[in-house]
C-alpha cells in the first residue's frame, strides 16, 4: 500500500493503537420466535485481532450479520470510532468501512477476479468503468494476498476454492477497510494458505485495521488473536486477552461446562472383519491400500489432503472405481459402481462438503432425513407415510440434540454444525452395516463435534463398522479405535488408540510445519 | 481519513492518469466470444449459398425486407438479453407489443397521431407494461417466468379487449419512417435497422463497460452475493424489465411499419419466442450471468436469415422451425457444455 500509485488515499498511521473502533452494548435480535441474540457487547479495537467464539448457534453469525448490514438489530447501540451509527444496509456498512468475508466465497463465476473485486464500488471515468485503475488497483491487492498478478484478468471460475477465498479478501481491502470480519477464514484452506492468510491479516493489523476473525479451529486462534469474545446462547461471556486463554478455557466457555477428556473406553468384539479392503489401487490416486474394519470397530484413515485419503473412501462408497484389488464385505468381494449400488450393500457415506453433496438446502429437516430411505417409509412403495416420516424426523432430532424449533424447518435456515447432524442422520436411518465419514466435523464447532463424535460411538457400539477419513489429527487419535496413516496413496504406519500426535504426525510426513498445538 | 474511504466513483484520483494505454491492455475477456464468431461464419456461410442458390436473394428487394423483418424482433431481443443475464425472462413481450400496437394503431386512426407522438406514446406504454413485471419480479420474489406468464395473460386481455373483436384498419403511413419503403430508408438502409443498431451499440457499451452494465452481470451470477457487495439488486432488475418495455413498445412501432394498413390482433404472436431464440443462439446464458448483445444481433439475424431463406428457396415454411430449433439446441449444448468444462476443472 505504500507504493505511490496507489489508487486509494494513502491509509492514515495507527493514530492510536488500540483505539476503540467498533463497539456494540446490548444488541439483540429475533427471528420470529428464536431469540438469535441477546444483549450482546463486544468491543473491538484498532489494529488488533479480535476473535469471535461459540458453537454453532450460538449467535456469532447474527452477530456478524448485524455489523455487516445484512441484518439490523432489534435493539441496542453500535458505536463506530466514538460516534453512534446505524447500519441498515451493506451499503451503509461498506460505507463506513466495515468490510466482510462471508464463509463461502461471494463471487461472480464469470466475471474476472478485477471485477469481482470491484462489484459494487467501480472505478468509474466519465461514467465508464475505469478498467486500467481498476486493475493497477487490483494488481496491487492480488500481491498483498499473495496471489500472481495476471490473476486480475482470469474469470473467478478458473481459480481454485482457496484461490477464490483470496479474491473474497481482496474484495474486501479494496475499499480501505477499518474493520474487516472474516468469517471462517480458514475452514476451506490448506496449511500452506493458513499462513499466507495470517500474513495477510498480521500485516492488516499493523495498519490500523480492527479484525473480527471467527474460527472453529481454537488452536488458530492462539497464533493468530490478540483478544477473543466467547458467544454462548446467543449472549456475550465476556472478552478475554489471549494471554489469559487456553484451548481448553475457551472450550469450557463455549460449551459451559468442563470438558472430559478421556474417551469412553470401548473394546471392539471379536468378529471377523465386516469391511476388508485388499490391495485396492485406483491409478494416479492411491495403491496397495489393505483396511480391515470390524463390527463395532472404529477405524480412521489419518491423510494430509492430496494423501489419497479420501479418493478410498469415494471408492467404498462407489464414487471412483478401483482399477485392481479387492473390497470384501462380510467376506464376499463387491464392486459398488454408484452410491446407489453401495447403499443397497448397506454402506452408508457422510460426505466431505455438505454444502455441496447430499443436503436440499431448502426442503424440511424431515424431508432431508427420509430422502434415501423412501421405499422404507413409504407404503407399499408407493405413497409416502408422512406421520411416520415426521416421528422418525423427531426422533432423530432429540437423538442428536439438532437445534431447531420443529422438524419442519428447512436446512438453509440451520447453523453448520447442525446441518451435519442432519446429514448423518438421514444415513442412520437404517443402520448402516458399514459407515463411511469423510471429515465428519469439518467446520463444525467444538460442542457439535463431541456430539457427532459420541454418535458415531454409539453407531459402533450398535455393531456398524466405522471407517474415517479425515485430517483432522486430535479427531483421529480422539475416536478411533485403530488409526492408519495413509501417506503418498498408500496406507503405511498403524496405531492404536492414545497414540500420541507427534508419533502420528511424524509416520504421516509433510507436516513439518504443524503449529504448537496450546 | 475521517470521512468515508471508499473509492468515490466517478472522481479517480490524479495519479491514475498516468497510466499509458499500453498499460491499459486487454482488461475484459475479448470483446467477442467464440460463439459470436461461430454465428458470423454461419451467417456469411448461409449467405453465400443462398446467394448462390437463388440469384434473387443479394438484391434489395431481398435484404431489405430481411432487415426490416428482423429489427423489432432484435430490438426486443436486446431488452430480453439484458434480462437473461440477471437469471430472469420476459415471456410477457407478445402481448406488450400487441398492447402498444393496437394503441398507437388507434390513435393515429382516429386522432390522427404524428409520428413523434405515436413513438412516444408506444414507447411509454410499453415501459409501464414493463415496469409492471419489473415491480413483481422485483419486489414479489417469485421467479420471471411465473410472473410474465401471468402478465402475458394480463396484457392479452388488454389487447384483445382494445381490439374489440375486430381489426384496426385504413391505418394512416405515419410510421412508414421505420418501413420497408422508400420512406423508410436513408441510403438503402432501413431506417428500422439502423436504430435498432445503435440501440445495441448503446447497449453494448452499457453492460460491457458502466458499473450499471457489470452489476447486471453479477446478478445473474450470484445475487445474494451482489446484494452484499452493496448492489441495489431489486432496483436493477427492474429497471431490466422497463428498458425491455420500452424497447417493445419501439418494435411495435416497427411492427406496424412493416404491415399493411390494417392491424389484425394477432399482432407480435411469437414475438418472445422469437426474441428468446435471438438470445439464446446468440449465447447468452439462460442461467443467467453471461451473455452480450451482439450475440443477440447475430442470433436476430441467424433466424430471420433462415426464414427468408426457406421462404425464397420456395420450401415449406415449417423448415425453418425445424433449423432454428436445431440451432437453439446446438447453442444450449454449448452453454452446458461450458459449464460442466467450467465445473471439472
Redesign the interface.
Known amino acids: 500500500m505504500s507504493e ?6 494513502a ?2 498511521p495507527p493514530p492510536d493503537p488500540g483505539a476503540e473502533r467498533l463497539s456494540v452494548t446490548g444488541v439483540s435480535k429475533r427471528y420470529g420466535a428464536v431469540r438469535a441474540i441477546r444483549n450482546a457487547d463486544m468491543t473491538v479495537r484498532a489494529g488488533s485481532v479480535h476473535a469471535l467464539v461459540g458453537e454453532n448457534g450460538a449467535g456469532k453469525s447474527t452477530l456478524i450479520k448485524i455489523l ?1 448490514g ?1 441484518a439490523t438489530a432489534d435493539t441496542g447501540r453500535i458505536t463506530f470510532e466514538g460516534r453512534p451509527v446505524n447500519i441498515s444496509s ?2 451503509d456498512a ?4 466495515i468490510a ?1 468475508v ?1 464463509q463461502e466465497p ?7 477476479v ?2 469481482n473485486v470491484f ?18 488497483r487490483v494488481v496491487e491487492l492480488l500481491e498483498l494476498i499473495g496471489l500472481p498478478a495476471r490473476y ?2 482470469v ?1 473467478v ?2 481459480l481454485s476454492i482457496a484461490e477464490q477465498q483470496q479474491v473474497s479478501i481482496a ?1 474486501a481491502l ?3 477497510a ?1 474493520v474487516l470480519i472474516l468469517d471462517e477464514p480458514s475452514a476451506i484452506l490448506t496449511d500452506a494458505e493458513i499462513e499466507v492468510l495470517f500474513g495477510v491479516v498480521r500485516r492488516l493489523a499493523s495498519t490500523g485495521v480492527a479484525i473480527i476473525y471467527i474460527s472453529h479451529r481454537l488452536d488458530e486462534l492462539f497464533v493468530i488473536a490478540d483478544e477473543v469474545t466467547v458467544m454462548r446462547d446467543g449472549q456475550t461471556l465476556g472478552t478475554w486477552p489471549i494471554e489469559e486463554l487456553s484451548v481448553r478455557r475457551v472450550v469450557e466457555l463455549m460449551v459451559g461446562g468442563i470438558l472430559e477428556d478421556t474417551p469412553p473406553e470401548h473394546t471392539v468384539p471379536d468378529a471377523p472383519p465386516r469391511l476388508v479392503l485388499e490391495g485396492l489401487s485406483c491409478e494416479g490416486e492411491y495403491s496397495d491400500v489393505d483396511v480391515a474394519v470390524r463390527p463395532g470397530e472404529i477405524v480412521t484413515l489419518y491423510g494430509l489432503i492430496g494423501s489419497g485419503a479420501a479418493e478410498i473412501a469415494e471408492t467404498v462408497y462407489g464414487m471412483r472405481r478401483a482399477t485392481s484389488g479387492r473390497i470384501l464385505l462380510d467376506g464376499k468381494p463387491i464392486a459398488p459402481h454408484s452410491p446407489r449400488a453401495a447403499k443397497r450393500l448397506g454402506i452408508a457415506l457422510l460426505p466431505a462438503n455438505r454444502k455441496l453433496q447430499g443436503l436440499f438446502s431448502f426442503q424440511s429437516i424431515a424431508f432431508n432425513i427420509s430422502a434415501g430411505h423412501l421405499p422404507m417409509l413409504s407404503k407399499l412403495g408407493t405413497w409416502m407415510d408422512r406421520r411416520r416420516e415426521r416421528q422418525v424426523a423427531r426422533d432423530f432430532i432429540a437423538r442428536l440434540s439438532v437445534k431447531t424449533p420443529h422438524e419442519r424447518q428447512p436446512v438453509s435456515a440451520m447453523s453448520g454444525g447442525n446441518a451435519q447432524k442432519v446429514v448423518l442422520a438421514r444415513q442412520l436411518v437404517e443402520r448402516p452395516k458399514v459407515l463411511v465419514l469423510a471429515e465428519p466435523t469439518q467446520g463444525v464447532d467444538v460442542g457439535a463435534k463431541e456430539e457427532i463424535h459420541r454418535i458415531v460411538r454409539s453407531l459402533a457400539e450398535e455393531g456398524t463398522a466405522v471407517l474415517i477419513v479425515t485430517s483432522d489429527l486430535p479427531e483421529a487419535i480422539r475416536i478411533s479405535d485403530r488409526l492408519q496413516v495413509v501417506r503418498a496413496g498408500t496406507t503405511t504406519v498403524e496405531f492404536g488408540p492414545g497414540a500420541s500426535q507427534a508419533d502420528v504426525l511424524a509416520a504421516a510426513a509433510g507436516a513439518v510445519d504443524q503449529e504448537e498445538a496450546a | 481519513m475521517s470521512s468515508s474511504t471508499l473509492t468515490p466513483p466517478g472522481g479517480a484520483p490524479a495519479g491514475q492518469q498516468a497510466h499509458t494505454a499500453k498499460e491499459r491492455g486487454r482488461v475484459l475477456p475479448f470483446p467477442i466470444t467464440g460463439q459470436e464468431i461461430v454465428l458470423i461464419v454461419v451467417i456469411v456461410a448461409l449467405w453465400v449459398a443462398l446467394a448462390l442458390a437463388t440469384p434473387a436473394f443479394l438484391t434489395e428487394g431481398s435484404i431489405v425486407p430481411l432487415f426490416v423483418a428482423m429489427a423489432p424482433v432484435a430490438l426486443i431481443g436486446i431488452g430480453m438479453t439484458v434480462i437473461i443475464i440477471t437469471g430472469g425472462i420476459d415471456v410477457s413481450v407478445a402481448g406488450i407489443v400487441m398492447v402498444c400496437a393496437v394503441v398507437v394503431a388507434k390513435a393515429m386512426v382516429d386522432s390522427g397521431a404524428s409520428l413523434p407522438v405515436a413513438v412516444a406514446l408506444s414507447v411509454v406504454i410499453g415501459g409501464l407494461l414493463g415496469l409492471v413485471n419489473g415491480v413483481l419480479i422485483a419486489y414479489g420474489r417469485v421467479h420471471a417466468i411465473i410472473i410474465t406468464f401471468g402478465t402475458a395473460n394480463l396484457f392479452k386481455f388488454l389487447g384483445l379487449q382494445l381490439f374489440g373483436g375486430t381489426t384496426v384498419d385504413n391505418i394512416p403511413g405515419t410510421l412508414a419512417f421505420f418501413g420497408r419503403g422508400e420512406a423508410g430508408r436513408t441510403l438503402g438502409v432501413p431506417h428500422s435497422f439502423l436504430v435498432m443498431l445503435l440501440i445495441a451499440a448503446a447497449a453494448w457499451y452499457y453492460l460491457r463497460h458502466t458499473p450499471g452494465g457489470r452489476h447486471l452481470y453479477a446478478i445473474g451470477g450470484d445475487a445474494d452475493a451482489a446484494r452484499l457487495a452493496g448492489v441495489k439488486v431489486q432496483r436493477r432488475v427492474m429497471s431490466a424489465y422497463v428498458l425491455t418495455g420500452l424497447l417493445t413498445g419501439l418494435a411495435a412501432c416497427f411492427v406496424i411499419a412493416r404491415g399493411t394498413s390494417t392491424l389484425a390482433p394477432n399482432v407480435g404472436a411469437g414475438m418472445e419466442l422469437a426474441a428468446i431464440a435471438a438470445v439464446v443462439i446468440g449465447g447468452t446464458s439462460i442461467m443467467g450471468g453471461r451473455g452480450s448483445v451482439l450475440g443477440t444481433v447475430l442470433g436476430a439475424l441467424l433466424v430471420q436469415t433462415v426464414t427468408s431463406g426457406v421462404t425464397q428457396l420456395g420450401w415449406r415454411s415449417q423448415l425453418s422451425s425445424l433449423f432454428i430449433g436445431i440451432f437453439i439446441l446446438i447453442a444450449v449444448g454449448a452453454d452446458l457444455l461450458r459449464q460442466r468444462a467450467r465445473r471439472t476443472t
Open positions: 505511490t500509485r496507489t489508487t486509494e488515499p491509509p492514515s455487516s445484512a451493506t451499503a461498506i460505507a463506513l468501512g466482510t462471508y461471494q463471487l461472480f463465476p464469470d466475471l474476472t478485477a471485477e462489484t459494487g464500488r467501480e472505478i468509474t471515468r466519465r461514467g465508464r468503468v475505469d478498467w486500467a485503475a481498476q486493475n493497477a486480475a484478468t474469470p471460475s478458473e474484495k479494496v475499499g480501505n477499518k
